[in-house]
């Protein structure tokens, strides 16, 4: 089985400033790793994914994300915050297998402050 | 958009009641999940159908079911309703299983609020 934690619940930062989500997974099998957002008022939509080859994901809206399997972590980054990025950020994980589900992290609040 | 379609998208009804919410996947995807996401209880998996068939369950309640039907669109049956139940209810679709395809779409989902 698998389990995701994101370590904080809110996160505010100024805007124009770099962020970082922190997200750990745990797994006895190899897994992919995901980042999906929710603005406020929608449904979730996926930001990125790590599935196999480099370790350094590239998403949409200029976030990227870095997985260490050492670690067992699945950070996500933005070097410069918009205003438009505030909203919910959730870490999600499944594992190969196909009886695997995708399991989602509590989320993290990204407010943007002016 | 995400070619999900979920509805009704706002619904009250009261304590004791039954609710179905019903999701129309992207076409082509042949997966269709259900999540339920309160305040409380953070973003949480009830249960996934692939090609009419259940393939994975997680904490839903007894007092909830669903089905996946022949043209793939799924319903979700609430039945006994409690105000716990009030929250956001979120289908999502996918070509394959999760390991298969990796990603996720999700619909704008029903608020459902029981008084």
């Known amino acids: 089985a698998q389990s995701v934690t994101q370590l904080d619940s809110q996160v505010p930062v100024f805007e124009e400033a770099p962020v970082e989500l922190r997200c750990n997974y745990s797994?006895?099998?190899?897994?992919?790793l995901f980042w999906y957002v929710q603005y406020p008022n929608q449904g979730l939509q996926l930001l990125l994914k790590?599935?196999?080859?480099?370790?350094l994901v590239k998403g949409i809206n200029g976030f990227e994300a870095e997985f260490n399997k050492s670690q067992t972590s699945f950070h996500l980054r933005k070097p410069s915050v918009h205003i438009s990025d505030t909203a919910e950020y959730f870490c999600?994980?499944?594992?190969?297998?196909?009886?695997?589900?995708?399991?989602f992290g509590s989320g993290t609040r990204l407010s943007i402050r002016p | 958009d995400s070619g999900v379609t979920q509805t009704p998208k706002h619904l009250i009804t009261a304590t004791g009641q039954r609710v179905t919410l019903r999701c129309s996947p992207r076409?082509?995807?042949?997966?269709v999940y259900w999540y339920q996401q309160s305040l409380d209880q953070g973003l949480q998996f009830l249960i996934q159908?692939?090609?009419?068939?259940?393939?994975a369950k997680g904490n839903i309640l007894e007092r909830f079911s669903a089905q996946q039907f022949p043209d793939l669109h799924s319903e979700l049956n609430l039945s006994s309703l409690e105000l716990g139940d009030s929250a956001l209810y979120f289908c999502?679709?996918?070509?394959?299983?999760?390991?298969?395809?990796?990603?996720?779409?999700f619909g704008e989902g029903s608020r459902l609020t029981v008084l």
């Open positions: 790590y599935l196999s080859g480099s370790t």
């Open positions: 797994s006895s099998v190899s897994v992919y």
């Open positions: 999502a679709s996918s070509v394959g299983t999760p390991s298969n395809t990796g990603e996720l779409f």
């Open positions: 159908y692939y090609n009419g068939e259940e393939r």
């Open positions: 999600a994980v499944v594992g190969y297998s196909s009886a695997s589900k995708i399991i």
């Open positions: 076409s082509g995807d042949l997966s």
